[in-house]
């Protein structure tokens, strides 16, 4: 963890009823996966949530209403925040693992998918964030490799359970990069060669590439602000996403 606090965005990815079994006792609530991003302007981009296999999550209660399913450490953190229906406490309702995620359909703020179901991404780290990723392939590299890697590897699939239908044929251009096109993500992957999610240093430079060129220079391709820069409208996205109830905000 860094020395300077850092601000996320924490996307309400709602769980589509109805309900497995192991979500049973959350019946009754509206129950989200909430993905820490610093993207919120690509939302419109999302094709499914990654989650860790062998990852420790719970399901939280938020308020009265609102269950959200994370990593331990980011519901303390939540609740010092006050976003816990008990002050200062995390209140958990069930103990739920990575694998119990997987294959969840969601129904999430502003993606033009409908429906996106939660996916296995071994490089997911719970020290940071809440433990739950969204995945917008366009713009992300690490997105983009975890599921070229997923759709490469059939045994994957079936070691995981994951269902065909589940993974998404298509990435949605959000934004243009003058210099990387509508797919920045895919692009610097495949100038940079970049051979698996695990390449951690050239991910890296990826990531650096994208992200600055994304901000100084990208267009929206997409949704209410198509054709602004996403430098103007990157915080109305974000106030947008927080005024609706749709996104809160976290900082650790
Ligand atoms: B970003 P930073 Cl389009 N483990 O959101 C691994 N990665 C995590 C994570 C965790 N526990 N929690 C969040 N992240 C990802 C969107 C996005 C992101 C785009 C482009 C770049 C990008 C869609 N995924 O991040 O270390 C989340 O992915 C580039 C760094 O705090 C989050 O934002 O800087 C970002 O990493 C936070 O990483």
């Not at 209660?61 to 229906?85: C, G, M, P, W």
């Not at 309702?93 to 939660?118: C, F, Q, R, W």
């Not at 917008?136 to 079936?158: E, G, I, T």
């Not at 065909?164 to 990069?177: K, M």
């Given at each position: ?16 009823k109805p309900f497995p079994l192991k979500l049973g006792p959350l019946e ?197 602000f198509a054709g602004r820069k996403v430098q103007e409208i990157k915080p ?17």
């Amino acid at each position: 963890e860094g020395v300077q606090p850092q601000e996320y965005t924490l996307i309400k990815m709602e769980v589509v009823k109805p309900f497995p079994l192991k979500l049973g006792p959350l019946e009754g609530k509206r129950v989200f996966l909430a993905a820490a991003t610093l993207r919120p302007e690509t939302m419109y981009g999302q094709t499914n949530a990654w989650v860790l296999p062998d990852g420790k999550y719970g399901a939280y209660e938020i308020s009265e209403t609102d269950v959200f399913i994370l990593t331990e450490r980011s519901a303390i953190n939540l609740a010092y925040q006050n976003f816990s229906k008990i002050p200062q406490k995390p209140s958990c309702l069930v103990e739920l693992t990575g694998y119990d995620l997987i294959g969840l359909p969601l129904k999430s703020p502003l993606s033009v998918n409908e429906i996106i179901y939660a996916l296995p991404m071994l490089t997911i780290l719970t020290n940071k964030g809440t433990g739950i990723v969204t995945s917008v392939p366009s713009d992300s590299p690490d997105d983009y490799m975890a599921l070229r890697d997923l759709k490469a590897k059939p045994d994957r699939r079936a070691k995981y359970g994951v269902k065909d239908e589940w993974v998404p044929s298509d990435i949605v251009p959000v934004i243009n990069i003058p210099e990387f096109g509508d797919k920045a993500a895919e692009k610097v992957c495949l100038d940079l060669k970049i051979q698996s999610p695990n390449d951690k240093d050239k991910l890296a430079e990826a990531k650096r590439l994208t992200y600055l060129k994304g901000f100084t220079e990208g267009t929206m391709l997409i949704g209410e602000f198509a054709g602004r820069k996403v430098q103007e409208i990157k915080p109305i996205v974000k106030t947008k996403l927080i005024e609706s109830g749709e996104a809160i905000v976290y900082s650790e």
